[in-house]
């Protein structure tokens, strides 16, 4: 019985270890790319299996990203390649240890295939690209909305009687807890992830090592609950970062129209 | 003697983070069956919308078990 959070190192490449969580991540986005390249290859008007599946995850996720935006469907397919591969990479990767024989494949008594959501720092790096996009692309349409949807002194200046001034000190402590909860995004996300995933695997391991007796039969439940639950942290972490980025986008694109409409109604008011 | 105390804390850790979490998903699983029973063209619908907030409801249980096996295999 041997379970461990850090992944075993396969080979040193130029001081940078090679574990078997990258190698399997790499071997996952290569079988990605051959099923994706598989798929488009026989695109037919009556679709084949492979071809249902495919259009099946891609319209599910379509669907939720036009409704995300408002029904805006051009924006919904600029999102669209970022929420499937994210899907179908940590849905494959979790699923990868379920295929017959890639455990027995052992180098120098270090197994070369493990999952690469088991592993805390790729949930980490999946976690932050989220992250990333969601907030380059509100610094990208308006930075200083951006930085006033969490820094809020504009409240300061809008204060017109005593009573305004418990709200904007109220407002400037809410921007502080935004801060500490676009933060606590990434923590959310990677631990979700990696907790299901390594305690599927560890779950396994420890009932298999009980006795003999436990060791044929008894683990198939587990087997099929880790499946279930790697199908819908994989849709969860797809669902959320989505909403995450649309979220973001939808409050800089509010707080832009609505600085339009201030300016709009001052220049009425000056031309009065 | 911190052998033990290390065992000790990653139980405590796991049995009160399961909890809330135990707590929280009854009430998802039970509310959706409300729903469901109530309209039921909507079943498939609701069904997937429950497993999300189940696995949105289970995070704090997550936490815990992070917690809990660094406590256990890291540390």
């Known amino acids: ?272 | 003697m911190d052998e033990a105390i290390k065992f000790l804390a990653a139980g405590i850790c796991m049995g009160l983070g399961a909890l809330g979490p135990g707590i929280g998903e009854g009430f998802v699983a039970g509310k959706a069956i409300e729903a469901m029973a109530r309209n039921p063209k909507m079943a498939d619908k609701i069904f997937s919308n429950m497993l999300v907030g189940m696995a949105i409801t289970e995070s704090t249980g997550i936490y815990a078990l992070v917690v809990s096996l660094i406590l256990l295999f890291v540390v």
Do not use: C
């Open chain 1, 1 to 272: 019985m041997n379970i461990s959070v850090a992944p075993d190192v396969l080979m040193t490449i130029a001081g940078v270890n090679v574990t078997s969580s990258m190698f399997t991540a790499v071997f996952v986005t290569l079988l990605l790319f051959a099923f994706v390249f598989y798929v488009k290859a026989k695109l037919k008007i009556v679709p084949g299996n492979a071809q249902i599946a495919a259009e099946g995850v891609v319209g599910f996720f379509y669907d939720q990203l036009v409704q995300a935006y408002g029904g805006d469907k051009k924006k919904a397919k600029r999102y669209l390649g970022l929420i499937v591969s994210l899907f179908l990479f940590i849905f494959i990767s979790n699923q990868f240890t379920i295929i017959p024989l890639t455990q027995s494949i052992v180098s120098d008594g270090v197994n070369v295939f493990r999952a690469p959501t088991s592993h805390f720092s790729s949930t980490i790096a999946l976690a932050i690209i989220t992250f990333l996009v969601s907030n380059v692309i509100a610094i990208s349409m308006s930075p200083t909305k951006w930085i006033g949807n969490f820094i809020k002194i504009g409240s300061f200046l809008k204060i017109r009687k005593p009573a305004d001034i418990g709200q904007a000190f109220l407002d400037v402590f809410l921007g502080v807890l935004d801060i500490v909860g676009e933060l606590a995004k990434v923590i959310s996300l990677s631990a979700r992830l990696f907790g299901n995933i390594f305690a599927g695997e560890v779950m396994i391991v420890v009932i298999a090592g009980l006795s003999t007796f436990t060791r044929y039969i008894i683990p198939v439940p587990f087997y099929a609950l880790s499946l279930l639950s790697g199908l819908i942290q994989a849709l969860v972490f797809a669902v959320l970062s989505l909403s995450f980025i649309s979220g973001m986008h939808n409050t800089i694109e509010e707080a832009v129209e609505q600085g339009k409409e201030d300016r709009a109604k001052k220049k009425e008011a000056m031309a009065t």
